[in-house]
């Protein structure tokens, strides 16, 4: 990942200005795929460019390189490098993309970056972004993502991760968007329009199974049966690819003992002939030559062999494309015809995203483009969504009343000390508000607020001034304490086997509590941490993902009551490490858990089945009931739609959103089939006392599942479908699909 580049000289754009080569760039292209004759015109053209094209500029199509001190622009100009990665500098990007022009073909770079989630306004981490369970919200943040990367000069994104992951253990699970396919795939199609709406091409990643490594551990060997990749892993990756998406990354790791890299069989059978993917597939971080580590390739040359006949078109910063592939081709090792082919989608990627229309970008528009007033509101919007209130013992509202003097502990209240392991590169930031600032703004003057931060830094390895923030604590009505994982702690290469605060926060965590005073634990963290210990010792217990730039001003605003909370868990969180993988949508067992916690059932020993808090949970500061589930459709063909309708009400005193959720069940199939899985959401604001139906419609079609061959099956029989506010919901009805069918995968059209 990208890590520190930006800074430095985005202070003085303005003094760049005259540097540059500037046109209206910013002009910020939707991209997506043409259609009709202008993807005709573009294959000719490419016909075109393959004829003029040397090995060279063919291989250096093929070539992703990153941004380094003694870059040399020239390899751009003699064609030998073809697309680029983490610049951030619009200088750099508007220079880069000069040479390009100036090469003998002209064709414009691709410029990468990850903007997990944001560029220089940060949204919740994708996993809080799905909390939100509000699609259209989750495409506005990836759309502002797009149009920030976009005005710096990046044109390409590598996102939207859609890994299905049922391991906290793993660290990147804040990428994707938790435990449940449904979920995830809308967030995937929401998430690649919104990208692509902002002017970056999307890359959906990683192509496949990298969530289903071994014991979460990062990189690791993934078995995934058929059944199991084709109803879990792949539908995400079908959604973003169905909403428009122009990139597929490879993953690292091994699927069923095939490095996903050279994996023929995903990347080009399935992805390319089945699913009818006409872009560019590039590899990740270096993962070509890793084919040697992985044991299918003896040297570099038989990495890039393999890969590019797998079909991989892009080998990102491996550097086995360029030094080989031309020597291959001429040794006849390779055939050209695998390179044109290879060459013909990238070039396809970017003329239909028209990257060759667009001009340079102008510093001063790259500048203004950053954090507008527009980009925070929608990160406002987002990160007051995101935030899941697990437990409340009545504390929350705080009541400036009885709240007078507050305590704020923890580094993480303060913008300055927080650092999100997915930070593209250090973009700067406008002062943001901390979390004592917002709550003393918030409850008004007859509050007194204090900050201590308790451990040195973000990280929470070393207390700072301990007695003090003890002493802070022990004098407040209230404590608001602010911990939880970040630097090394989350992200890419962070798993972990032990799901605690990291260092020495939970022992500040337990002085906290030990003071006598209440206290309200807001954590930020990247994945479910293990809290059993917690409950009925902390007042009140809010999950944030990281919540972005306007977090700790959402995170007051919630803990005052000026919003209501709405987030729910997009993943389990599980009571104990030796749990995992638990979730909501497992298989049931011939020997269930009753209550009499019989020994030869399937149970632990020493701990209970369900998990501490299930997916789609969150408690709200009114109290919603869910009633009169009336189905419409008791009878569907294969083909049809389920119609489902529950009444909502808002009992309590507050108005409020709360997420409807319709969970369906097959009970007796021909295989085994879920105890139940969710079909269909939809968040409602209702006013305090307010009632209002809510209407579900899903296709038969989705109540299927998939055969060893990845053929979709919908089989005859009696359904139940269960409405609620989690997924633990007990409101039940029925119907039934008449008749079966066996079709093929559907095809793109
Ligand atoms: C990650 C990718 C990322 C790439 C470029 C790799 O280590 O696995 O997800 O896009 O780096 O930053």
């Not at 003094?15 to 991209?31: E, F, K, Y």
């Not at 795929?33 to 093929?62: N, S």
């Not at 580094?411 to 600032?437: F, I």
């Not at 926060?505 to 930020?524: F, R, S």
């Amino acid at each position: 990942m990208p890590r520190l580049l930006l800074r430095l000289f985005l202070g003085s754009l303005a003094l760049l200005a005259p540097c540059l080569a500037v046109g209206d760039a910013a002009a910020q292209m939707p991209m997506a795929w043409k259609t009709g004759p202008e993807a005709a015109a573009i294959e000719r053209r490419i016909d075109r460019l393959l004829r003029q094209m040397t090995v060279d500029e063919k291989v250096g199509q093929l070539h992703l390189y990153g941004r380094r001190e003694g870059f040399d622009n020239g390899e751009i100009r003699s064609g030998r490098i073809g697309n680029v990665m983490n610049f951030v500098d619009p200088a750099e990007m508007a220079a880069v993309q000069k040479a390009a022009r100036e090469s003998r073909l002209k064709i414009p770079l691709l410029i990468g970056l990850d903007a997990v989630h944001g560029v220089s306004t940060y949204f919740p981490l994708p996993l809080g972004q799905a909390a939100t369970f509000n699609p259209a919200l989750v495409e506005e943040a990836a759309l502002w993502t797009g149009r920030e990367a976009r005005a710096l000069g990046i044109n390409w994104t590598f996102a939207p991760m859609v890994d299905m992951s049922r391991d906290p253990r793993w660290g990147r699970l804040l990428e994707g968007a938790g435990e449940d396919v449904h979920l995830s795939g809308i967030m995937a199609a929401a998430r690649t329009r919104g990208y692509q709406a902002g002017g970056v091409a999307a890359t959906v990643k990683h192509f496949v199974g990298y969530g289903g490594g071994e014991a979460g551990r990062d990189y690791n060997t993934a078995w995934i049966p058929a059944e199991q990749l084709h109803d879990l892993h792949l539908p995400p990756f079908r959604s973003a690819l169905d909403a428009g998406s122009l990139s597929v990354m490879a993953a690292f790791n091994s699927v069923n003992g095939m490095p996903a890299t050279a994996h023929k069989g995903m990347l080009t059978d399935l992805l390319r002939r089945q699913w009818g993917f006409r872009g560019l597939v590039v590899s990740d971080f270096g993962s070509i030559p890793e084919l040697m580590a992985h044991g299918i390739a003896r040297d570099e040359a038989e990495a890039a062999r393999k890969a590019l006949a797998a079909g991989v078109d892009i080998d990102m910063m491996g550097f086995v494309y360029s030094r080989h592939l031309a020597t291959e081709v001429r040794a006849g090792r390779v055939p050209i015809a695998q390179i044109d082919e290879a060459v013909r989608r990238v070039l396809r990627v970017k003329f239909h995203a028209g990257m060759d229309t667009i001009n340079d970008i102008d510093p001063k528009t790259a500048e203004s483009a950053l954090q507008s007033p527009p980009a925070l509101d929608a990160a406002r919007r987002a990160a007051r969504e995101s935030i899941i209130l697990l437990e409340n013992d009545g504390i929350l509202p705080l009541d400036p009343a009885r709240h007078r003097r507050v305590a704020v502990i923890g580094a993480l209240a303060r913008p300055d000390q927080e650092r999100v392991w997915t930070d593209p590169a250090g973009v700067p930031r406008k002062p943001l508000e901390s979390l004592d600032a917002a709550l003393a703004r918030l409850l008004g003057g007859g509050a007194t607020i204090s900050y201590q931060p308790g451990v040195t830094t973000y990280c929470g390895t070393e207390f700072a001034d301990r007695a003090a923030a003890i002493e802070a604590a022990s004098a407040a009505d209230v404590i608001i304490a602010k911990l939880g994982e970040d630097c090394e702690f989350m992200g890419e290469g962070a798993s972990r086997t032990r799901l605690t605060l990291p260092g020495v926060q939970d022992a500040l965590l337990e002085e906290l509590i030990g003071t006598g005073k209440p206290v309200v634990l807001v954590l930020a963290t990247g994945r479910p941490l293990v809290l059993s210990h917690l409950k009925g010792r902390v007042a009140a217990l809010v999950q944030t993902f990281h919540a972005g730039s306007e977090g700790r001003t959402a995170i007051a605003e919630v803990l005052t009551g000026a919003v209501n909370p709405s987030g729910k868990t997009p993943i389990s969180f599980p009571r104990a490490v030796g749990q995992i993988p638990v979730y909501h949508d497992h298989l049931p067992t011939g020997r269930p858990e009753t209550k009499r916690r019989f020994r030869y059932e399937s149970i632990f020993m020493d701990e209970a089945n369900q998990p501490l808090y299930p997916f789609g949970y969150g408690l709200s500061y009114t109290r919603f009931s869910i009633s009169d589930l009336r189905i419409e459709t008791p009878r569907i063909d294969p083909n049809g739609l389920l119609k489902a309708s529950v009444l909502v009400s808002n009992t309590g005193s507050r108005d409020g959103q709360e997420v409807v959720q319709l969970y369906v069940r097959q009970p007796v199939a021909s295989i085994s089939r879920p105890v139940r899985q969710l079909k269909a959401f939809d968040k409602v604001m209702l006013k305090a006392g307010a009632s209002q139906r809510v209407s579900f419609t899903v296709p038969a079609q989705a109540l299927g599942y998939h055969d060893t061959a990845g053929r979709l099956m919908v089989e005859a029989g009696g359904f139940e479908v269960h409405a609620g506010t989690s997924s633990m919901t007990e409101l039940k009805g029925e119907f039934s699909v008449s008749g079966s069918t066996r079709d093929g995968v559907r095809m793109r059209p």
